[in-house]
């Protein structure tokens, strides 16, 4: 009879070891003590996510005072969603913030964001110096509101190197109440270069300047495009016109302005290092030639109406282009670009973000953005929606992206549009040199 007793307490111990485990596993029965015996299971109480590594941002940006205001905000509202992110902040205007990169790229310490404008953007990624975004579309920046030909914008060869920050469109941001000062009761529609020039004059004879000149290479790149030729040939290994009678005839105008006195010389643009100190925003000037996305910040400056007036023709269609407005780009030698990058779909797709941006870069690429924006727009964001709305149905596509080199190019270029502005060498010259020296810089690209 022992045996059987034996084998008797043994199942009556299983039993019990049976009944605890299925116990254990009852979520429903609010026993404390068998929910700590509890296995792994689908109702186990889940482990708290692992705390964000800390992590280091460098950002740098070129603008005017508002520009910087609002980029700080910007900065504080991500780095309130994103509490482990530390951002050190690098801006300046836009000469000096290219004299603070040049040397960072070449010692490979550029910020893990820069903002890139369209002339510099070739220089940098053909050198290898900005990382291709591609890998990051659709995972940590959002492009699912952002059309494919704004996204391409940013295309280089097979490589995305920089998220198109908005479009816009040249112009002439003027104030009305000094246009009638000067006499002119408003800007003629397709107006032309002889009608500028005349309103220059009588800019002149009111005691104000017309404006404050024009970047030599964009709107040299302008005058090129409405008489069919381009700033540079397709290849990226000349120049793209052959008649340098048209250098002569855009900048022997240019340099006759200033010369007389309707546009500031060289010496006094050098003061102006924002566009506080614009000579619209003093009263001193009726108008700045720019791009759309300028105009939202120069309106807070000036605080006053201004208006906004197409380029000067014949053939504006030809010459008025759509681009992007700048890019952010991520440095190839950032050893934190996924969190770059989601920086930069902050920025491009956050709508509160947006509401403090308000186009000051372009307008937006995102449609969600823009949509969003429409209800809390002021009236100088109207005024460039509506700009932009309208150049879209008046210009023709953008040129390819500016190649290698250009940069050595638009330093030539602005060399010899001061020299004529001091009067200190002849149009004719000019053209010649600027041939010869761009030719040199671009034939290397063949």
């Known amino acids: 009879m022992k045996a059987p007793k034996k084998m008797l307490f043994i199942l009556m111990a299983f039993a019990l070891v049976l ?29 708290e996510p692992a705390e964000a590594k800390p992590v280091t941002l460098r950002i740098a ?10 980029t700080m905000k910007v900065i504080e509202m991500y780095k309130a969603k994103n509490p482990n992110v530390t951002i050190e902040m690098e801006y300046a205007n836009y000469d000096d913030y290219w004299k603070k990169l040049a040397p960072q790229a070449a010692a490979n310490e550029l910020p893990d ?41 940013g295309k ?19 104030d009305p109440a000094l246009l009638k000062k ?19 004059a009588k800019a002149k004879a009111a005691g104000l300047y017309f404006d404050n000149g024009m970047r030599p290479e964009v709107f040299f790149g302008y005058y090129l495009r409405t008489l069919d030729k381009t700033l540079f ?3 990226g290994t000349g120049l793209g016109y052959e008649d340098d009678q048209m250098f002569t005839d855009f900048f022997g105008m240019m340099a006759k302005l200033v010369i007389d006195g309707a546009v500031p010389s060289p010496d006094v643009l050098a003061q102006i290092k924002g566009a506080e100190d614009s000579h619209l925003v003093l009263n001193q000037g009726i108008g700045v030639w720019q791009w759309s996305n300028q105009y939202v910040g120069l309106q807070q400056v000036a605080n006053r109406p ?5 380029m000067a023709g014949p053939n504006m269609e030809k010459g008025l282009f759509l681009k992007p407005s700048m890019f952010f780009s991520v440095s190839e030698n950032s050893k934190v670009k996924e969190e770059a990058a989601k920086f930069i779909n902050f920025f491009v797709n956050d709508i509160e973000a947006n509401k403090l941006i308000l186009g000051d870069r372009g307008v937006p690429v995102s449609a969600k953005v823009k949509e969003a924006l429409k209800a809390v727009s002021t009236e100088a964001q109207v005024q460039v929606y509506d700009y932009v709305a309208w150049a879209e149905s ?51 690209n063949k």
């Open 19 to 47: 009944v605890s485990a299925c116990g254990g596993n009852n979520s429903g029965n609010g026993n404390a003590a068998n929910t700590t015996n509890t296995p792994k299971s689908s109702n186990a109480v889940k482990e």
């Open 61 to 70: 940006w070129w603008g005017g005072q508002p520009r910087h205001d609002y």
């Open 156 to 174: 280089l060869g097979d490589g995305l190197y920089g998220m198109n920050l908005g479009v816009n469109a040249l112009g002439f941001n003027y």
């Open 233 to 235: 040939n397709a290849e």
């Open 113 to 153: 964001i820069i903002q890139i404008d369209t002339q510099n953007y070739s220089q940098y990624a053909g050198r290898k110096q900005l990382a291709d975004l591609t890998p990051y579309l659709g995972n940590q920046i959002d492009v699912s509101d952002i059309s494919q030909n704004a996204i391409d914008g």
């Open 394 to 444: 008046h210009s023709t596509p953008m040129d390819p992206a500016d190649p290698i080199g250009s940069a050595e190019v638009f330093k030539s270029l602005t060399s010899l549009a001061e020299q004529m502005n001091y009067n200190k060498i002849k149009p004719e010259e000019a053209a010649k040199k600027f041939r010869d020296e761009a030719t040199a810089i671009l034939k290397k």
């Open 306 to 310: 201004l208006a906004i007036a197409p």
């Open 182 to 200: 000067a006499g002119i009761e408003s800007i003629p529609e397709n107006f032309t270069w002889d009608d500028y020039v005349a309103m220059a």
